[in-house]
DNA sequence: GGATCTATGACAGTTGGGTGACAAATCCGC
DNA sequence: GCGGATTTGTCACCCAACTGTCATAGATCC
């Protein structure tokens, strides 16, 4: 798994990244001053870091520098501060990207995975891309690599299962109607919500341990569907 | 002396880039269209390639992707759209980094120097420092070396089916439709995706044990292909 | 107990993907 | 340039898998 060392002294805006990293399937871990980030960098070597300029203590710019002194390591600024000055010291310090806050997680990986390009040939060899997954219990669920497992062992669904499933499990734990199901899934506008109940059974048998009793894929009589965990 | 391209169709903007990056010592040319800009970098490679995403005739998305399909000089975009969706789909075409105009020379020459090195790793560091090799069990991939091995042997593939092997490798695990693969390896916005399936099958008879039921590259039925370990 | 909502099995029409054949385009040694 | 070999793209056919509909049975609510 791809590891990000995220050094952001702002508690909420750190937790935020680290989240959003996790979502995105990194093996996220945060510091709150560029000392205890340089430590856990020494210990346990992450394959990118993301580092904030104001610190408290060892400033960003100097924390680019010692981690640049034993370390090739992506470092990618993740600063409020967007002003020239500052984005030409840190690249100058040895950062490689700078992003202003606030950053979309998107643009943030996408800035890594182009960084990955880059950096492979260097070290080892090329730290596979890490595919985001949906946990609910026992049951995983992939988007992107269009992947259900129950236990760690493959489930074979079907394309529309698939996207069903996708839908239930980006509103996790909130009910949706078969009106909303029907709309997101197929795209219709009217149609038969029969179709839903259908597709929610054949998928409840491949998914659930007992699909008479679903404990992930629950109905909520009069009201629709919901995936909890 | 190191040489920069511009692609960019706007003559005001274009002129004043190059201008800034003459005086800051760099040896800077122009292309008002992709397919300008494309000639120049075959005739004559330059060491970058800033481009413009909104340009007439070929979009620079695409022409990102030209220029990647047969070169791996370090490419920028500049660009007065800012937007994430933009971002991303530019640093998936291969771009290396993304500037919203106005741009300040000083932070675009910054950042120049920070690609100039990573790209200088890549290529200048010691020659004992093994090609990067994708594996995927018994399947071996060098996408430096053009090279693929099954089981230690080398197989004859053809460029096409190597392209396709190397996209697929490059985002090993997920689904890549059979329009992304479109896209990637071919450039075609529109084709006839039947094409895909075609090739993916001659790659198959080749790299796969038995092709009647592949173990690495696997068919999503209504979704694409997608290469797994 | 009746009304309403949900689960499920069967079935036929449709879709999507694999494959072999073939012609055009490209490559390559000469 | 030239002719053969290789590669590439298009097409048509076939089969397996999937989808949506329906009828029936079951569950739940009042």
Redesign the interface.
């Known amino acids: 798994m791809t590891a990000v060392l995220v050094i952001e002294d702002d508690d909420r805006i750190r937790l935020a990244l680290l989240l959003a990293l996790q979502d995105e399937g990194y093996d996220a871990v945060g510091a709150a001053t560029a000392e205890e980030g340089l430590r856990a960098q020494r210990r346990d070597p992450a394959d990118y870091v993301l580092v904030d300029l104001m610190l408290p203590g060892l400033d960003g710019f100097e924390c680019i520098r010692q981690l640049r002194r034993d370390d090739?390591v992506p470092i990618v600024v993740v600063s409020a501060r967007d002003d020239?000055h500052d984005?030409?010291a840190a690249?100058?310090a040895g950062?490689?990207?700078y992003l202003v806050k606030p950053v979309?997680i998107?643009?943030l990986t996408?800035?890594l995975?182009?960084?990955r390009?880059?950096?492979?040939?260097?070290v080892g060899?090329?730290a596979?891309?890490p595919?985001p997954v949906l946990a609910f219990g026992e049951l995983e669920i992939s988007p992107?690599?269009?992947e259900v497992r129950r236990g760690g062992r493959p489930v074979a669904v079907?394309?529309t299962e698939?996207r069903l499933l996708c839908e239930l499990a980006e509103h996790a734990g909130r009910v949706l109607s078969r009106q909303q199901l029907l709309q997101r899934v197929w795209g219709y506008d009217i149609g038969d919500e029969r179709l839903v109940d259908v597709h929610v059974g054949r998928l409840r048998q491949k998914i659930e341990p007992d699909p008479a009793t679903p404990r992930h894929l629950v109905t909520l009589r009069g009201m629709g569907y919901k995936l909890q965990r």
């Open positions: 090739d020239t984005i030409v690249l100058e950062a490689d990207d979309a998107k643009e996408a800035r995975r182009a960084l390009r880059r950096a492979r040939a260097v060899g090329p596979a891309e595919v992107d690599a269009g079907t394309r698939f």
